[in-house]
């Protein structure tokens, strides 16, 4: 079966890469692979169904969330920004709205919409999806692709990889894209999972998931030295951390890592002179009736004097010097130690993927093999929560579909 391009892959990037490549030339012969029964399982799932396709502001503020690699996105980024995506689908229908912290999602909440909308478009255009079709093989020879499933062979002189990562395998993502990228030739940084929780050694919280920490001060250590510190919510699961502080910045984290959470917002000896102060003044409670008056979870705070050993019922005036450090240490800096981050299976994106270097950031197109393209979530970029991965995806597949139009 020939074609004018041929796309792996019926997610956000393929089909969006491919509406593009099509523009209003119905008579383009484009066909897309999908090994899944239906398209876009993913963005099926995305933000908990409803789909956050973006987050508002200015696009300069975007390069923030992206890791190292946000040099490659600026060509696409600027290219096709928040605005435009978000006009591209308010021009077929989907009216938006923006929550909390600047997220856009549609007004109704279903991803759905999004989906069906990328649907009728590469429908209106001609453009052929075929389902249930896994890529066993491809080949590059005389100036054309040649790519073998179980059932066909299909020749194109464009080809675009648009497979996904490995996160949520369940949804077809199971890195079958990087086989094929390397088989051409590429170079793939090794996939590992990213905006994830993380797995806690000796773990002491379990009883305490779903206590969540407002703005807390997160610092991350490796051998002894600090690596990155930042601000931001974070919440206790049953196995260690998660949450927006933790899941942001899980691309930096490994095994054997530290994490030490600030839980109030003195420093160490500012907190030892306000307890003192406290127990000056207040003496005559207990220990734990003091403490609570600081804002944090009374379960929290009961968990922490047991780890320290130290009895809550006590008249606080009765607090020792070692055992008054011994609480300003861990409310100050309470320590975990990364066991591991959680799989491909709770990880929303994959960190890793075919190596920059050898894409071109202004066409999407390989540096290696001509009229080569690759979109979306198989490139080494995976950015914060809040719509970053999912306007990377449509930003690199617009890319690649005007180049491939061209």
Known sequence: MKADLIVAGAGPAGLFAAIQAAKNHQNKDIIILEKNSSAGKKLLISGSGQCNLTHAGDISLFFDHYGENYTFLMGPLYTFDNQQLMRFFENRGIEFRKARGGKIFPKSNKASDILNVLLKEAKSKNIKIIYDTTIKKVNYTNKLFEIKSENEVYKSKYFLLATGGKSFPKTGSTGDGFKIAKNLGHKIVDPRPALAPVVIKNYQFKMLSGISLR????????????????????????????????????????????????????????????????????????????????????????????????????????????????????????????????????????????????????????????????????????????????????????????????
């Not at 009961?302 to 011994?326: C, F, P, V, Y």
């Not at 994106?349 to 075919?354: L, S």
């Open 215 to 406: 703005n807390k001060r997160i610092s991350l250590w490796r051998d002894g030295q600090l690596l990155k510190s930042w601000s931001d919510d974070l919440l206790l699961t049953h196995r260690g951390l998660s949450g927006p502080g933790i899941i942001n910045y899980s691309r930096y984290m490994k095994k054997g890592d530290l994490l030490k959470i600030k839980l109030l917002k003195y420093s160490q000896e500012e907190l030892e002179k306000n307890l003192l102060k406290r127990i000056e003044r207040e003496g005559r409670l207990n220990l734990l009736n003091l403490l609570i008056k600081y804002p944090l979870a009374q379960r929290l705070i009961e968990k922490i004097l047991e780890i320290a050993n130290i009895d809550g019922s006590q008249n606080a005036a009765h607090l020792r010097k070692d055992q008054r450090r011994e609480i300003t240490e861990l409310f100050s800096s309470l320590e975990f130690e990364i066991k591991s981050l959680a799989d491909f299976n709770q990880s929303m994106v994959t960190k890793g993927g075919i190596d920059l270097n050898e894409i071109n950031p202004q066409t999407m197109e390989s540096k290696i093999i001509n009229n080569l393209f690759a979109a979306g979530e198989i490139l080494d970029i995976d950015g914060d929560t809040g719509g970053y991965n999912l306007q990377a995806a449509f930003s690199t597949s617009y890319l690649a579909g005007n180049s491939i139009f061209e």
